[in-house]
């Protein structure tokens, strides 16, 4: 009886802790001395600092590394330092852009990458190649497509941060040193320690060789490099959290000029018509785990333009979020149905069938309290007599908090938008609340559940039916090699209609499912196979 018992505990503790052997966390050194960033790495505290100790991940995982590598990492009371000897022969390095944010595919590169709230999800990765280019991006839903085979990387590389590297060029290979400053992080201390995840990489691109750290394995394919939940835990002591401040304030200022014809049409009258604006953007620390941008007579001109799609079916175009306002920890808002439906698209705000509409004001935070994940949005925008539009007031708040293990979630969403104006005999609102959950229940299976519902003008607005109700349920392996599978339920009522949120499809039911079969082989052509 005993015996039974024990055994219920201990797989009721593999189900609701989703344990995994973990090594221990690896102390970074701390430093005093001062750090020029220039490549040589001829500090004399880089040669007592012993490198990390990497692994080739692939051609072949475990395989022997054409070139060494040599990643160190340090820090003080301002930056990270992370330095890399990248060995190789002669006219072999391969670097083909020194564009910001270039994807790299056809360069070498070195990548560190900081699960800062050692949360087990998200994580911020900095990338730079022998040119001194650099790329920076999120990294969330532990680096998951939402769903298998589902369109899109778990990466967003709009976002920017601030942070340096410096590389150079020798006859032995290349060498980068980075310095990222812990004010461009958002981390938590306990007992006066941080702990973060680490993973480190070198990608030989002549080879397609890519050597980690720490030891992951290949079981989640290209994705497998880029997994926080594998990260190693690292740990600084006496880190002091930063508030920083920055403005970006802006004066923007033209004429234009038409020549118009007269009544009497006996000569053309000029008239000029003058243009500005003023307003700017705040972000400021609240508290070393929470961050608040402000934005005022907001101006995007800055911001990158969109990829041109042409769109030859019946589904909405998605574009990616590309302002920096909304980019810092994004994905604490995510609250996906599968491939690109979602409660709550940022890009709602501001614009409207491809035309802009002005932003008042707005303010978001973002950030953790507690064990939360907090986000909050409130958005005002002018009266926009081209869409024959009302000023608005848009809003969303989401919490979301890690339960039973450090791979599951849980989490609540609410938002508005609400006319503050008159078109026609009606003042529009639309608002919607849902729950969501991710919970890791053994292994790499996970179930994911979303339910929400909307409540608009000139509806029933029941909350116990179901046409304005969305929901979906999914079971899923997520791993490459070996045997995966996935069992999906969705379903959208005729009358669900998100305000804030983009939706694919309407009115519809699905169930769904895959199996598949994967595996990388030992030595071959293909990196990994799989059917």
């Known amino acids: 009886m005993k015996k039974s018992i024990c055994a219920l505990l201990l797989l009721l503790s593999c189900l609701f802790t989703g344990l995994q052997a973990q090594q221990s966390p690896l102390a970074i050194t701390r430093i005093e001395a001062e750090v020029k960033l220039d490549g040589h790495l001829d500090e004399p505290f880089w040669a007592t600092v012993p490198p990390l100790p990497l692994v080739m991940l692939r051609p072949v995982y475990h395989g022997e590394m054409t070139q060494p590598t040599e990643i160190r990492l340090v820090y ?23 564009k910001r944010d270039d994807d790299g595919f056809d360069s070498d590169w070195f990548s560190i990458q900081l699960d800062a709230f050692n949360d087990n999800e998200n994580s911020l990765l900095f990338v730079t190649f022998p040119t001194g280019a650099r790329t920076d991006m999120t990294v969330f839903n532990d680096a998951t497509p939402v769903g298998q085979g589902e369109s899109g990387f778990p990466f967003n590389s709009s976002w ?10 020798t006859e032995e290979g290349w060498f980068a040193e980075m310095r990222i400053p812990f004010s461009s992080l958002r981390f938590q201390s306990k007992d006066g320690k941080v702990t973060m995840g680490l993973i480190a990489t070198r990608r030989m691109a002549r080879k397609e060789e890519l050597h980690i750290f720490p030891d992951i394995p290949p079981n989640w394919g290209f994705l497998s490099a880029y997994k926080p939940s594998r990260a190693q835990k690292i740990v600084f002591e006496g880190i002091t959290p930063k508030k920083p401040l920055y403005l970006s304030p802006y004066l923007t200022a033209g004429i234009s000029q038409q020549q118009h ?25 609240l508290t070393k785990n929470l961050t608040l941008d402000l934005t005022i007579n907001t101006d995007f001109a800055q911001v990158e333009a969109d990829d041109q799609q042409v769109n030859l079916t019946r589904f909405s175009l998605f574009f990616p979020e590309k302002r920096q306002f909304f980019l810092e920890r994004a994905s604490i808002f995510d609250f996906g149905f599968g491939q690109l439906s979602r409660l709550f698209y940022s890009r709602r705000i501001g614009l409207e069938a491809g035309t802009q509409i002005p932003i008042i004001a707005g303010a978001r935070t973002v950030g953790r309290i507690g064990k939360w994940d907090m986000g909050l949005i409130n958005m005002q925008t002018a009266r926009s007599d081209e ?4 000023s608005e007031n848009l809003g969303v708040v989401r919490l979301r908090r890690q339960v039973f293990n450090p791979y599951s979630y849980i989490g609540v969403i609410a ?7 008159t078109y026609g005999h009606h003042n529009p609102y639309n608002a919607t609340y849902g729950f969501d959950g991710t919970l890791r229940l053994f292994g790499n299976d996970y179930l994911s559940f979303n339910f929400a519902q909307s409540l608009e003008n000139g509806l029933e607005n029941d909350p116990f039916s179901l046409a304005q109700t969305r929901f979906r349920a999914n079971w899923e392996k997520r791993e490459f090699n070996g045997l995966s599978y996935g069992l999906s339920l969705a379903y959208a009522g005729k009358d669900y209609h998100p305000g804030l949120g983009f939706e694919l499809r309407q009115d519809f039911t699905y169930i769904g499912d895959y199996f598949a079969y994967g595996f990388t082989p030992k030595e071959s052509s293909f990196l990994r196979q799989h059917q």
């Open 76 to 98: 003080d009371d301002e930056f990270i330092y992370a330095s890399a000897k990248c060995y190789e022969q002669p006219g072999m390095i391969k670097s083909a852009s020194f």
């Open 160 to 169: 920017n941060t601030f942070w340096s590297v410096a590389t150079r060029e």
């Open 387 to 390: 869409l024959e539009k009302p």
């Open 261 to 285: 014809l007269n009544a009497a049409e006996t000569e053309y009258e000029r008239e000029d018509q003058f243009k500005y604006g003023i307003g700017g953007d705040i972000k400021y620390g």
């Open 415 to 421: 938002t508005h938008r609400v006319g503050m104006g």
